[in-house]
């Protein structure tokens, strides 16, 4: 990992409450998976605000929590990035936040990432929620490509000796759209923290939209916990 990456890296998942904090006061990738128009960024309001139901894992979840060691060590191996349990901030836009589950920089000076989940299912396409969510987390580190990969069980027996794997490419045009999104879900908070419209391009200089945008992220952590 370079030095540049170092420096933007916000919490540790190992440390869960520290992570938590850290992303309660942006977006992430989890928040972006779901925001596909104007009423998903009224859901993922509700969700961070703690207005709406919260999820709190299942047997699934804990069965994907228990396998990803063993998948990451596999990624480790066959492709060298290497496992992260890193919460990093985009470049110049700190309330952008991710945490992937491998990162490297390959010979060339790119980033690639990695992204690791567990399914019941059989997937003949990517589920779109999880490519925004590869895409997003390429957005915050700067990444060229990410290494999806799956692996498939059956009553949380794995199905295969190997888990399945793709690159997807960096898509700066969607990338492009879930930005435009987080930015009105940013918007949303900040309306509901302080009951009132955020300022436009003509109302504020950016350093005070800023401010007022990073005020609202906190109020929304403190009303959350």
């Known amino acids: 990992m370079t030095p540049e990456l170092e420096a933007r890296i916000v919490a540790d998942s190992r440390d869960r409450v ?9 977006i992430t990738a989890t928040d972006v998976a779901g925001l596909s128009g104007e009423a998903s960024i009224v859901r993922a309001a509700d969700s961070k605000l ?43 836009e700190r309330r952008h936040l ?16 990695a992204e690791i989940k567990t399914t019941n299912k059989s997937w003949r396409t990517i589920p779109r929620n999880y ?6 987390q390429q957005h915050v580190l700067g990444a060229e490509r990410t290494l999806f990969v799956w692996e498939e069980h059956d009553d949380f027996r794995p199905l295969h000796d190997e888990p399945r794997a793709v690159w997807i490419d960096r898509d ?27 300022p436009s391009e003509g109302q504020a200089a950016p350093s005070r939209r800023d401010s007022l945008r990073e005020r609202d992220m906190f109020r929304a952590l403190a009303l959350s916990d």
């Open 18 to 26: 520290a992570w938590l904090r850290a992303r309660a006061r942006g």
């Open 50 to 92: 703690g207005a709406g139901p919260r999820f709190g894992g299942n047997a699934y979840t804990d069965h994907g929590r228990r396998r990803e060691p063993e998948i990451a060590a596999w990624v480790a191996a066959t492709h060298s990035i290497l496992p992260s349990s890193a919460l990093f901030h985009a470049q110049v």
């Open 98 to 113: 991710a945490t992937p589950d491998g990162v490297c920089v390959d010979g060339e000076g790119r980033v690639l990432l």
């Open 131 to 136: 490519l925004r969510q590869v895409w997003w």
């Open 172 to 198: 700066d045009k969607e990338i492009g759209r879930l930005v435009g999104l987080a930015t009105r879900l940013i918007d949303e908070l900040y309306h509901r923290t302080t009951g009132q419209r955020p």
